[in-house]
């Protein structure tokens, strides 16, 4: 079993519209959750991070963790064309412990 | 912000010649910086990380004689690719480390493309 699951997609949503992404993981020593938003031919970057289970949100986006499911989300509201990229969620134990990426989730925003 | 310049931003060598990949933390000192791989439609593959003033610590199967890494300084990481094949190539990319409340955040730079003839 995989340290971390990621549905890979592609996932392609009109304007406008709802988007989740997920990842599920196994380990229960993970404590820190990321979201990275990749471009084509880019280095990811950072756009969300989290500590304890609940939502957090920052501007349209919303991640969400549940530690007792050891699931995580991604929600971005009002999704548009510019957020077509792949995104990658991350995961570790605390410290300068490895990081552990999911495989991403290419996400396509038709306009 | 954090901001991690990495350069070449795209690199095309003859099998056989080596290639240097730079990595430099900007406006923060960087005591630990990661190596990654990336192929196509598949996630991060890390590849060791570097350690400033110590050795690099490589990951399970990563040919630490073939992917030279040297972290000279507090801002500088280098990745060199000795005796480049067609089967390096691949997008590599570097971040470094920044503990925000205990979160191992990592900056990425804008990744190398490295073809090899």
């Known amino acids: 079993q995989k340290e971390v699951e990621q549905d890979p997609g592609p996932l392609s949503v009109p304007e406008g519209a709802i988007v989740s992404l997920n990842c599920t993981y196994s380990?229960?020593?993970?404590?820190?959750f990321m979201w990275y938003r990749q471009y084509s031919r880019k280095g990811p970057e950072l756009l969300m991070y989290t500590y304890s289970s609940g939502n957090k949100e920052d501007g349209r986006f919303t991640a969400q963790v549940d530690k007792s499911s050891k699931y995580i989300s991604l929600f971005i509201r009002d999704s548009q064309p510019s957020d077509s990229a792949t995104y990658l969620c991350?995961?570790?134990?605390?410290?300068?412990?490895?990081?552990?990426f999911g495989t991403g989730t290419k996400l396509q925003v038709i306009p | 912000g954090a901001v991690v310049s990495q350069h070449p931003s795209w690199v095309i060598c003859k099998s056989g010649t080596s290639v240097k990949i730079e990595c430099r933390s900007l406006?923060?000192?960087?005591?630990?910086m990661f190596w990654y791989r990336q192929f196509p439609k598949q996630s991060l593959m890390l590849m060791a990380t570097s350690n400033e003033g110590s050795k690099a610590t490589y990951e399970q199967g990563v040919e630490k004689d073939k992917f030279l890494i040297n972290h000279a300084s507090l801002t500088l990481s280098t990745l060199t690719v000795t005796s480049a094949h067609p089967e390096d190539s691949s997008f590599y990319i570097c971040?470094?480390?920044?503990?925000?409340?205990?979160?191992?955040?990592?900056?990425f730079g804008a990744g190398s493309r490295l073809t090899v003839l």
């Open positions: 380990n229960s020593a993970f404590q820190y």
């Open positions: 406006d923060f000192q960087a005591t630990t």
């Open positions: 971040s470094a480390s920044l503990q925000r409340s205990g979160a191992n955040v990592l900056t």
């Open positions: 991350a995961i570790h134990s605390g410290g300068y412990q490895k990081v552990t």
